[in-house]
């Protein structure tokens, strides 16, 4: 039986693994953002912590964040990052601390198997890598150009802030809100590894930098509807 504490903002899926976990006879502490999930471990000393990679207050990275650096305050903690996508940002830095415990990368669309999913648990809390093969390939392909990870809408945003259009400027060029530009720039700032630790200038600015290196098929900023 294993002690896991889960971190998930999303209170349904939270509630199902939970569920899910006892069924296989292991206990879990869950809790619903970054802040929560450190101070359970520090209360807790699970065996494996099981950690979203969104989650509030800015709906980036601060999952994988704190798992980073739950795994230096805590060395050998083993850690199973289970999300929808892959944040470059620190996913790189987690995946290399393997030596020090048990680590895991899964991507929740693409586990099919219930069994599966539990048994990578606990081979992540027994020391082992469980980490999905979607994860390296997207890893191995930013090495090469940084730009492949974002969208097509991710890239007009992108272009647009490298002309030195404000939040306002874009969401007329694109005809959408400011919500959603928002949202664009953050998820830019996450897969360019600009992590939510440094101020939102200075990102910025790092990822017009990355824009306008050389990268092939760079695309100009298109206008229109989302």
Do not use: W
């Not at 069924?23 to 950690?51: K, Q, S």
């Amino acid at each position: 039986m294993l002690r896991i504490v889960l971190a998930d903002d999303a209170v349904l899926l939270r509630e199902g693994l939970v569920a899910l976990l006892a069924r296989f006879n292991h206990t879990v502490v869950a809790v619903g953002d970054a802040i929560a999930l450190a101070a359970a471990v520090d209360d807790e000393r699970p065996d494996v912590v099981v950690t979203d990679v969104r989650m509030p207050p800015t709906f980036t990275d601060e999952g994988l964040h704190a798992a980073v650096d739950l795994r230096l305050r805590h060395p050998g903690l083993p850690v199973l990052v289970l999300s929808q996508y892959v944040a470059t940002a620190y996913a790189a830095k987690l995946l290399e601390s393997t030596d020090s415990g048990g680590v895991g990368y899964l991507l929740k669309d693409r586990i099919l198997d219930v069994a599966e999913f539990v048994d990578g648990v606990e081979r992540v809390a027994a020391g082992g890598c469980v980490i999905d093969p979607e994860v390296v390939r997207q890893l191995l392909t930013r090495r090469h150009d940084p730009l492949t990870r974002l969208t097509p809408r991710e890239r007009e945003v992108l272009a647009l802030m490298a002309e030195g259009r404000s939040n306002a400027a874009i969401t007329t060029s694109l005809t959408i809100s400011e919500k959603v530009v928002g949202k664009h720039i953050n998820s830019i700032f996450t897969k360019l590894d600009l992590p939510a630790d440094s101020t939102d200038d200075h990102r910025r600015v790092r990822a017009v930098l990355t824009y306008l290196q050389p990268h092939d098929q760079k695309p100009a900023a298109r206008r229109g509807p989302s």
